[in-house]
Each structure stands twice: as C-alpha cells, then as structure tokens.
C-alpha cells in the first residue's frame, strides 16, 4: 500500500450521543475537512472521518480504486459512528458531498440529516464526453484542487486528475441523481457563488431533487470551492453546528 502523505491521515474523535460523518472529496483527502471535523469534535460531538481508498497517496493508485471503494469506507466509518452514538448527520465537500446524499438516499432511515458543501452531481465540461476513450489513452489530465479564495490556502491535492477514477465518480453522479427523491431527511445544502470546480447550479439541483421538506440553500459569496478552507469557513461550521443541534434534537 502506498505510503500516506503526512497530514491525510483519517481522523476521529470520541464525543457525545450526537455522531458526526465527514467526508472529504475527489482527488483530495482529510486535509480539506479538518477544521470542520475538529470543531464539531470541539462541540461535544463524536467525528468519523475517513481516508476514501485511494486518496492522500498517489493519483495513480487512485486511479486504481472506484465508486465502490469509497463508499464502502464511507459506510464503515458511518456504522463506527452509529455503534457508538444515537443519532448521526453526514457532511461532506464536493464528491463527500455526493457521497453524503447517496448515504442519504440508502439510509436516510438511519440518519438524522445531511450537509453538503458545494456537492458534485453534474458537470457540463465537453471533455467528459470523451473520457470514455480518454481513460485508456492516458492515466491522467492536469489537476483541479486548491480552488480557494483565501491567500496561503493549501488542500494537499493531486498534481493530476485520474481518469479511470473520474470514470467511476461519474457514474456515482448519475447514480445519486436518480435517486435525489429518495432523500427525505433535512438537508442543507452550501454553495458557493463562484466555484471553479462544480458549476453553482449543483446547489440547486439538489434542492429541486430530494423530498426532504427540510431543505436549504445557503450562498456562500466570499469562497471557491474549497469552501471550508476558505473565508466562509466560519460560516459553515456555526450553521452546520446549528442544524446538527436542530435535527438531532429530542
């Protein structure tokens, strides 16, 4: 197995009845959601946050992991959570994000609620109508991290795109599509106004999609993508720490 880089380690952290699930996104790793893991930790809560196969290593062995990878870590870290907690909300960025609602979508009996944070459900980039043959021509295409407004900003993302990995998470996209109106618990939804990596209108395809009659959208007008190494961060934290509260509340 390929050596971690130092800082992309999964975390967790014990805490009270309330779990919370943070999930990182494509390409990226922990890094990016540390400081919204450590601050639902700092507020009494139990934090699971994995290291999806394939990620915080090497973007070749990246491109060596699917869909399936990562959701099976995802649920794994979620049923430590659910072992040792009564009542859990997932949160994630971008593909965890997308990975939040599928769980959301699968298990929202389980649930209490979800976050996501600028989720990618869709792209309109002409490029990927050719990924098909693009992914057996070359391994990968120049990255796309570190989209953060805020000067000294560093998500330790891949140099590279992995195209056989970009393959699978599109097909987690559609999947997640379909199944919106599944989604049935509150969720709140972030997203930011100018986002160089998931086009805004992802925001508002979820909220048009799922059945939740709890559901909100909130712009985040200072932030790229990565929102939650980004001006807005604060933001994020106290009214994901407010709707965890809400929803979870007996």
């Known amino acids: 197995m390929t050596q971690v880089m130092p800082g992309c380690e999964a975390w967790s952290a014990a805490g009270g009845e309330v779990g919370v699930l943070v999930l990182h996104g494509f390409t990226g790793n922990p890094v990016s959601m540390r400081p919204v893991a450590e601050a639902m930790a700092a507020a009494g809560h139990a934090v699971e946050m994995p290291r999806l196969p394939g990620h915080g290593t090497t973007w070749q062995e990246c491109n060596r992991t699917t869909w399936r990878d990562w959701a099976r870590e995802a649920v794994a870290a979620y049923e430590t959570l659910r072992a040792r907690t009564g009542a859990q909300v997932a949160v994630g960025l971008s593909m965890g994000g997308t990975m939040a609602l599928h769980l959301a979508s699968t298990r929202g009996d389980d649930l209490a609620g979800v976050v996501a944070i600028n989720p990618s459900l869709k ?81 508002a395809l979820v909220i048009d999609g799922i059945a939740s009659a709890d559901s909100e959208q909130v712009w985040l007008e200072r932030s790229y993508h990565v929102a939650t190494l980004d001006y807005d961060a604060d933001e994020i934290v106290q009214r994901t720490l407010a709707f965890i509260k809400r929803v979870t509340a007996n």
Do not use: C, M, W
Not at 137 to 158: C, M, Q, S, V
Not at 178 to 199: G, K, M, Q, W, Y
């Open 123 to 203: 792209s309109s980039d002409p490029r990927l109508k050719a990924l098909p043959v693009l992914k057996h021509l070359i391994p990968g295409l120049k990255g796309i991290g570190n989209d953060i407004a805020k000067p000294g900003g560093d998500e330790k993302p891949y140099p590279k795109v992995p195209l056989k990995a970009l393959a699978s998470f599109l097909q987690l996209q559609g999947l997640v599509r379909e199944s919106l109106s599944a989604v049935t618990i509150p969720t709140l939804v972030f997203t930011s106004r100018n986002d160089h990596v998931v086009e805004p209108e992802n925001g």
